[in-house]
């Protein structure tokens, strides 16, 4: 039976300075070798057999002889803040549900559209269900308007028209979104579905982009406008404590 090789001290050296390099480029975005390599401290040809290496595992992207992290690094990265997310937000999804007796529910942004991830069920006898893992238009969502106004507006995003609520005209889009920045929160007024409203708050990861959303949905009978406009800052105070929980430390809330 061939024995296993045990790593040694220059394997480990190794794999730290692979990790500084890509600290390195994570804070540069975009560097060449010669200003990365004075950064870090490396020699030229050290730095570029680290940057090969990365490269074939796809950690780091090369072009025009600049260097930046690349695919395979972001989904770690993706795989790790999406774990953290559900632990950052569940317990805050828990509380609100309980204290306001509505169901509960995060997304995150998928393409043209928002992917739930969980959902904590209100205990009213009548709520509603939106099973982890079903998709939903970004237009005429509570969660999706949330994308759109603070991740942007992707080209070619379809107004499809659900009820006679949704918005299908981009300069009424357009409009919404302004207002759902200025205030903090979107609403979904019965625009995916009649009798269904939902009013929904942004969480930020780290760097202060936004990775997901929170969102509060009922019956419309019981939900009213005023309704939703009034629990809306509870909605957006369990997103900020969810934020701060990633690691967020900016000024928006």
Known sequence: MARRRKEGPEEVRTLERGLKVLEALAEARA????PLAERLGF???TLYRLLQTLARRGFVEEEGGLYRVGPKAFA???AYLSQNLLLAAR???EALAEAVGESVNLAVPAGLEALYVDQVEGPK???????PGSRAPLHATGVGKVFLAFRGVPEGLPLTPFTPHTLTQREDLEEELRAVRARGYALDNEEKELGVRCVAAPLFGPDGRVVAALSLSAPASRLTLEEAHRLAPRVVEAARKASLRLGYTGGVY
């Open 31 to 34: 560097v060449g070798l010669t």
């Open 43 to 45: 020699s030229k040809s």
């Open 76 to 78: 770690v990265g993706r």
């Open 91 to 93: 317990p805050e999804m």
């Open 125 to 131: 006898l009548v709520r509603l269900f939106t099973a």
